[in-house]
T-cell receptor, first 110, second 115 residues
Framework: KQEVTQIPAALSVPEGENLVLNCSFT??????LQWFRQDPGKGLTSLLL?????REQTSGRLNASLDKSSGRSTLYIAASQPGDSATYLC?????????FGAGTRLTVKP | EAQVTQNPRYLITVTGKKLTVTCSQN?????MSWYRQDPGLGLRQIYY???????DKGDVPEGYKVSRKEKRNFPLILESPSPNQTSLYFC??????????????FGDGTRLSIL
């Protein structure tokens, strides 16, 4: 059974820092991996989706990488801002279902 | 505006009283799904639907029912709710059943409390 783990569970950084969030999964047989952002009391917003055949995706200050063979993905956030404070979740698509990690709660301090 | 709409947003009810949480999307998406989110456990998939009249169990389907009679709607039914179904529920949709990797769009969530 596919397990998805995100470390750390919480992270606090000063504004302007570059940071990396980690996601690991136990079974490399996935169709894709997706990173989401969740603000308190809100649903999830898709940030980046990486197909199994891709190595990375970029959107603005965000860069996500995927290493399927080692079961790892990272989300890199450049020049962090207080508005980046949220919970970040990764999810993998093994089949027609979807499996999520528990998330990393990020706080960016002004 | 493209959106996934859930109703109600909040509900407090009692054990055993049947309830339905509605989900509607206006993007003509084939794939729809229900999740529950619990502290420390993340999101877990309850049921999903690849298209009209096609539904499948996710990770935690026990105690829930779904139906997909129309493409835009995917209601979640709790026939006899119990306190362990107290949770935050999300509906999501995406195009083409996700195999081609289309991102999911999420509703704002429904917070259910079963007393």
């Amino acid at each position: 059974k596919q397990e998805v783990t995100q470390i750390p569970a919480a992270l606090s950084v000063p504004e302007g820092e570059n940071l990396v969030l980690n996601c690991s999964f136990t079974d490399s047989a996935i169709y894709n991996l997706q990173w989401f952002r969740q603000d308190p009391g809100k649903g999830l917003t898709s940030l980046l989706l990486i197909q199994s055949s891709q190595r990375e995706q970029t959107s603005g200050r965000l860069n996500a990488s995927l290493d399927k063979s080692s079961g790892r993905s990272t989300l890199y956030i450049a020049a962090s801002q207080p508005g980046d404070s949220a919970t970040y979740l990764c999810a993998v698509r093994p089949n027609n279902d979807m499996r999520f990690g528990a998330g990393t709660r990020l706080t960016v301090k002004p | 505006e493209a959106q996934v709409t859930q109703n109600p947003r909040y509900l407090i009810t009692v054990t055993g009283k049947k309830l339905t949480v509605t989900c509607s999307q206006n993007m003509n998406h084939e794939y729809m799904s229900w999740y529950r989110q619990d502290p420390g456990l993340g999101l877990r998939q309850i049921y999903y639907s690849m298209n009209v009249e096609v539904t499948d169990k996710g990770d935690v389907p026990e105690g829930y029912k779904v139906s997909r009679k129309e493409k835009r709607n995917f209601p979640l039914i709790l026939e006899s709710p119990s306190p362990n179904q107290t949770s935050l529920y999300f509906c999501a949709s995406s195009q083409q059943g996700m195999v081609v990797g289309q991102p999911q769009h999420f509703g704002d969530g429904t917070r259910l409390s079963i007393l």
